[in-house]
T-cell receptor, first 115, second 112 residues
Framework: DTAVSQTPKYLVTQMGNDKSIKCEQN?????MYWYKQDSKKFLKIMFS???????INETVPNRFSPKSPDKAHLNLHINSLELGDSAVYFC??????????????FGPGTRLTVL | RKEVEQDPGPFNVPEGATVAFNCTYS??????FFWYRQDCRKEPKLLMS???SGNEDGRFTAQLNRASQYISLLIRDSKLSDSATYLC?????????????FGRGTSLIVHP
């Protein structure tokens, strides 16, 4: 009965590789997000999709590409991984992202380590 | 000036103490405000929304001061289980989309 799930939970990989992280929510929410939390614990939004449409695209390298096959899924693909990509990546969802009162529900996070 | 600023702490308090955190924000057009709690190596979870009139949920009280652009969280009668990082979140609307901006969090350690 997990609300927002992510796979994998841990990801260890070499520099230069390409990897994907998957996210699914079973809450029926319209909006999904990807956040990056670095070693200094700053949680920064990367992307947001509302009903499969990209609505927020913060300044992230082109190597990061989100894909939303349907409104319950938002995957994150990362090309040519770099050391600085090591972080915890959180997926989140909210009922309607364009409402300022929306609560966000976070997945458990994916801890990415690039060697 | 950072968009959302919090004192990282840690705040080290004994059980039963009252502790307060502040969070300042720079965007005067910010629309909504929240406190989230994040336990070590876990995801953030909503603690409470912050309303203009202030709101209380058990031992937790949140207040908003729009004139001075800060929000606060007061925890009364601290429990060991309150030990966590408390994240301030401000929703702005630059360019039309609501963009949630997180502070770096304030660490609270409650000791016996």
């Amino acid at each position: 009965d997990t609300a927002v799930s992510q796979t994998p939970k841990y990801l260890v990989t070499q520099m230069g590789n390409d990897k994907s992280i998957k996210c699914e929510q079973n809450l029926g929410h319209d909006t999904m997000y990807w956040y990056k939390q670095d070693s200094k614990k700053f949680l920064k939004i990367m992307f947001s999709y509302n009903n499969k449409e990209l609505i927020i695209n913060e300044t992230v390298p082109n190597r990061f590409s989100p894909k939303s096959p349907d409104k319950a899924h938002l995957n994150l693909h990362i090309n040519s991984l770099e050391l600085g990509d090591s972080a915890v990546y959180f997926c989140a969802s909210s009922p309607q992202g364009h409402r300022d009162t929306d609560t966000q529900y976070f997945g458990p996070g994916t801890r990415l380590t690039v060697l | 000036r950072k968009e959302v600023e919090q004192d990282p702490g840690p705040f080290n308090v004994p059980e039963g103490a009252t502790v307060a955190f502040n969070c300042t924000y720079s965007n005067s057009a910010s629309q909504s405000f929240f406190w989230y709690r994040q336990d070590c190596r876990k995801e953030p979870k909503l603690l409470m929304s912050v309303y203009s009139s202030g709101n209380e949920d058990g031992r937790f009280t949140a207040q908003l001061n729009r004139a001075s652009q800060y929000i606060s969280l007061l925890i009364r009668d601290s429990k060991l289980s309150d030990s966590a990082t408390y994240l301030c979140v401000v929703n702005g609307r630059p360019g039309g989309s609501y963009i949630p901006t997180f502070g770096r969090g304030t660490s609270l350690i409650v000791h016996p």
